[in-house]
Antibody, heavy 119, light 111 residues
Framework: EVQLVESGGVVVQPGGSLRLSCAAS????????MHWVRQAPGKGLEWVSL????????YYADSVKGRFTISRDNSKNSLYLQMNSLRTEDTALYYC????????????WGQGTMVTVSS | QSALTQPASVSGSPGQSITISCTGT?????????VSWYQQHPGKAPKLMIY???NRPSGVSNRFSGSKSGNTASLTISGLQAEDEADYYC???????????FGGGTKLTVL
């Protein structure tokens, strides 16, 4: 079964740091670009970041640029999001998602991990 | 404010057809055939329903169809069923930053 499972979401204070993980299974992980997408409570979807299949290319939304770092370990079939200098507006459910190749859509999503930034 | 504009809500009765619009610009919807649509039920992850404007992934009902004209894409659901009640989001690849944008979402109510 093709599956993505996120973990690492917790309650953290403003200015704090956190690392999210996404474990992939059921497909050849290192064939695909991977993304993080977030959803604030009661709000819509917001694209956050992507990393190419080999980790050689990364892109970020302006709202997280310079604070978040995406990475992957293909030997462990895992995707990561290092989140620093967290703000209250980063509070959201964070999804990892797999790109449909060669298109530009997201065909597999995890169940999400909740990050709450609050004092 | 979302980059792509969708109506906040639409509704229809079982068996009817509805269409959800998604309006962008020539830098996103109008410039690429990379519009996708996602269905999200409460408390669940989004599910891909349409990609590349009009393609359905395996397993998605043929009651769902997509199209595009200029800077506006559309999702049409025919033969509405109670299980179609959900939030729907459009997304597009863009030539600007960020490279992907979503619409604000449309809540579909099946009356």
């Amino acid at each position: 079964e093709v599956q993505l499972v996120e973990s690492g979401g917790v309650v953290v204070q403003p200015g704090g740091s956190l690392r999210l993980s996404c474990a992939a299974s059921g497909f050849t992980f290192d064939d695909y670009t991977m993304h993080w997408v977030r959803q604030a409570p009661g709000k819509g979807l917001e694209w956050v970041s992507l990393i190419s299949w080999d980790g050689g290319s990364t892109y970020y939304a302006d709202s997280v640029k310079g604070r978040f770092t995406i990475s992957r370990d293909n030997s462990k079939n895992s995707l990561y999001l290092q989140m620093n200098s967290l703000r209250t507006e980063d509070t959201a459910l964070y999804y990892c998602a797999k790109r449909v190749s060669p298109s530009h859509a997201f065909d597999i999503w995890g169940q999400g991990t909740m990050v709450t930034v609050s004092s | 404010q979302s980059a792509l504009t969708q109506p906040a809500s639409v509704s229809g009765s079982p068996g009817q057809s509805i269409t959800i619009s998604c309006t962008g610009t020539s830098s996103d919807v109008g410039g690429y055939n990379y519009v996708s649509w996602y269905q999200q039920h409460p408390g669940k992850a989004p599910k891909l329903m349409i990609y590349d404007v009009s393609n359905r992934p395996s397993g998605v009902s043929n009651r769902f169809s997509g199209s595009k004209s200029g800077n506006t894409a559309s999702l049409t659901i025919s033969g509405l069923q109670a299980e179609d009640e959900a939030d729907y989001y459009c997304s597009s690849y863009t030539s600007s930053s960020p490279p992907w944008v979503f619409g604000g979402g449309t809540k579909l109510t099946v009356l």
